[in-house]
Nanobody
Framework: QVRLVESGGGSVQAGGSLRLSCSTS??????YAWFRQAPGKEREGVAT???????????IYKDSVKGRFTVSQDNAKNNVYLQMDSLNHEDSAIYYC?????????????????????WGRGTQVTVSS
């Protein structure tokens, strides 16, 4: 059984930082991703990383988080992380971890939600102004 469990969410003031963690089990991912969904808005891709290190371009980010968020992985533990710095109110949302094990392991990362077939239940991030 595939499981993804997010942790690390919480409340922080604008300008602060949080580090989200996602513990996965039951499968070997080829791609990990973080998505978020704010009330009344569609789910959007934030960051993704390809687990294979054999080619360049392993990571991509949503434009609004570039330079502030960093996605990383620990293959030994099947964990993926999202370091979030310089947070602002627009970053408030439920953050979801996702993984894909189907796509070519040397392909390009994707922030399309339909490219991911396993999801966690989410962790709330609230940024106060």
């Amino acid at each position: 059984q595939v499981r993804l469990v997010e942790s690390g969410g919480g409340s922080v003031q604008a300008g602060g930082s949080l580090r989200l963690s996602c513990s996965t089990s039951g499968t070997t991912a080829r791609y990990y991703a973080w998505f978020r969904q704010a009330p009344g808005k569609e789910r959007e891709g934030v960051a993704t990383i390809r687990t294979s290190t054999d080619a360049a371009g392993r990571e991509i980010y949503k434009d609004s988080v570039k330079g502030r968020f960093t996605v990383s992985q620990d293959n030994a533990k099947n964990n993926v992380y999202l370091q979030m710095d310089s947070l602002n109110h627009e970053d408030s949302a439920i953050y979801y971890c996702a993984l894909d094990r189907r796509r070519n392991c040397f392909g390009s990362p994707s922030l399309r939600y339909y490219d991911y077939n396993y999801w966690g239940r989410g962790t709330q991030v609230t940024v106060s102004s």
